[in-house]
């Protein structure tokens, strides 16, 4: 009776976490988040990626200030040098982090409760995208993930709508399943790895097209050239239609909400204008 292979199966820890049943786990992994969003009644999302070091701002501004102070003490050291290079460029790409944040506060004010911000989570764009739907007053969902650097949840994500997964696969899953648009904002790897999933996704027709914008064009242009891909005959012609650039969250929503009225599938109450009963960021003094 002492012995592991007496104890019942789904007390048995070891058990749990051997190989043999990953595919037990990787059910798990989905089935609780899929629960969790059916019971709170959220059918559509959009999810908005982006970068985890996106920052606000303010704080941008003051690492910025810090980081020529450092830089003119240390005249001629190249690491001062280059970490004022790197405060330079997120005090450019900060403004994104407000976009993000009207971004949630644009999708949280619609009026369809069944639509909510889905993101991964984390700091930066995903923190800004999950603050603006609380700035609204809207529920908003964050999927995190366990990583060796731990990453915790942003504090701005609606509670019972903050789960974190083991697995990415499991992630992706969900990122795609309800997913009535995906936004990227300037980010890294992580940005990337999700953008090209979805992109892939839609191109093999292994999952019906939605709109996918990328905030930031000239941001982007430089990240990937998706015109090279098509001259060198890497995609076809019409792959870079499947997404397409904006500058601003109206610019974006109103594009998203064009794309879902054209399609059918229209994602708010016609009467409704979506950018009234939003809050816009001149109003917001906090």
Known sequence: MHDPSYVEADNDIDFL???????????????KAEQVLHSQGIDKTIVIFGSTRLREPAAAERELAAARQNAAGHP???ACKRALKLAEHRMELSAYYDVGRQLGRLVGGCGNPRLAVLTGGGPGGMEAANRGAFDVGAKSVGLNITLPREQFPNPWLTPGLCMRFH??????MHFV???AALVALPGGFGT??????????IQTRKTA?????LIGEDYWRKVFNA????????IDDEDRELFW????????????????????????DPLVDPLVSAIKPEQDKS
């Open 17 to 31: 976490h051997g190989d043999e049943t990953r595919g037990v786990r990787l059910q798990l992994d989905y089935i």
């Open 192 to 201: 990337l790895d999700e953008l090209f999933c979805a992109l892939t996704l």
């Open 167 to 172: 697995y990415f696969a499991t992630r992706k």
């Open 76 to 78: 001629g050291d190249r």
């Open 227 to 234: 015109d090279f891909l098509a001259e060198m005959g890497s």
């Open 209 to 213: 097209p939605i709109p996918v914008v």
């Open 245 to 268: 650039y904006a500058e601003s969250a109206a610019e974006a929503w109103e594009g998203i909400l064009a794309w879902h009225r054209q399609n059918g599938s229209p994602l708010v």
């Open 177 to 179: 399943k309800r997913a």
